[in-house]
C-alpha cells in the first residue's frame, strides 16, 4: 500500500510564476490536507478537503493561494505569481473517513520544497 | 487559546546521553489527540506515537518513551541512550476535532543533536 504522494519533491520557480504541488492521498483515504512549513519553523495548516470539496480553508492565504481536490486525480495546491516568501516545504497528509475507521491520524507525504528566486 | 509549545529551540547531547523533549500543550477541549513526529534531514515527517487525551498510560517502545500528564498538559518525549541517528527535528502536534475532521496544531519544534 504505498504511502501518499508528492511531487514534484523539488520546486524552483522565478518571481510572478505560478506553482503547482499535487498530492496523491493514501489509497482508501477521501481527507487531504495541506501544511506550510517555512523554515526553522513548524508546520501550519492552511486546508483541508475531501473529493471536490473544500471544507476549511481557514489558514489558506487570502490572495494568491488556491487547492483542489477533484473526483478523479490528486489533489492540487497552486499558487500564483509567487514571492520569494512563499519558499517553503509544503506538506500533504491524507486520512481515511473518520466515521468508518474511528482514527484521525493523518499520513503526511514526503513534502515538497518550493524555491522562489 | 489552542497551541502547543516547545520550549527547547535546539538540545545537543552526546551519545548515549538520554534525553527528553518537552511539550505543553493548551485547549479547552475534552477530547484530543497528541502525536510526536520526526523529521530527519531528508525533511520527511516520521509518524512516532499517537496519544488520546482520555489515556494517560505511559508509553514505552524500544529506546522511546513517552511520558502524558493532563495536570499540567503535557506530553513528554525521553530518548533513551541516543544515537548519532536520532538526531532529527522532532515535533509535537495537537489533533483537535473541527469542520468534520481533526485539525493538526504543530510545535515549533526541537532540533536534537546527538554527538559521536
Known amino acids: 500500500n504505498a504511502g501518499v504522494m508528492q511531487n514534484p519533491r523539488h520546486l524552483v520557480r522565478r518571481r510572478g510564476q505560478e506553482a503547482r504541488l499535487r498530492c496523491s492521498p493514501m489509497k482508501g483515504h477521501s481527507h487531504v490536507y495541506w501544511y506550510r512549513q517555512l523554515p526553522e519553523e513548524g508546520l501550519k495548516f492552511m486546508v483541508y478537503?475531501?473529493?471536490?470539496?473544500?471544507?476549511?480553508e481557514s489558514g489558506m492565504p487570502k490572495e494568491r493561494f488556491s487547492a483542489e481536490f477533484p473526483k478523479e486525480g490528486p489533489s492540487i495546491l497552486r499558487i500564483q505569481q509567487v514571492v520569494r516568501g512563499d519558499s517553503a516545504a509544503y506538506f500533504c497528509?491524507?486520512?481515511?473517513?473518520?466515521?468508518?475507521?474511528?482514527?484521525?491520524?493523518?499520513?503526511f507525504g514526503p513534502g515538497t520544497r518550493l524555491t522562489v528566486l | 487559546a489552542q497551541k502547543v509549545t516547545q520550549a527547547q529551540t535546539e538540545i545537543s547531547v552526546v551519545e548515549k546521553e538520554d534525553v527528553t523533549l518537552d511539550c505543553v500543550y493548551e485547549?479547552?477541549?475534552?477530547?484530543?489527540?497528541l502525536f510526536w513526529y520526526k523529521q530527519p534531514p531528508s525533511g520527511e515527517l516520521v509518524f512516532l506515537i499517537r496519544r488520546n487525551s482520555f489515556d494517560e498510560q505511559n508509553e514505552i517502545s524500544g529506546r522511546y518513551s513517552w511520558n502524558f500528564q493532563k495536570s499540567t498538559s503535557s506530553f513528554n518525549f525521553t530518548i533513551t541512550a541516543s544515537q548519532v541517528v536520532d538526531s532529527a527535528v522532532y515535533f509535537c502536534a495537537l489533533s483537535l476535532y473541527g469542520s468534520g475532521t481533526y485539525k493538526y496544531i504543530f510545535g515549533t519544534g526541537t532540533r536534537l543533536k546527538v554527538l559521536a
Open positions: 478537503l475531501q473529493k471536490e470539496n473544500i471544507i476549511d
Open positions: 497528509a491524507s486520512s481515511p473517513p473518520i466515521l468508518l475507521w474511528g482514527t484521525d491520524t493523518q499520513y
Open positions: 485547549t479547552r477541549d475534552t477530547t484530543y489527540y
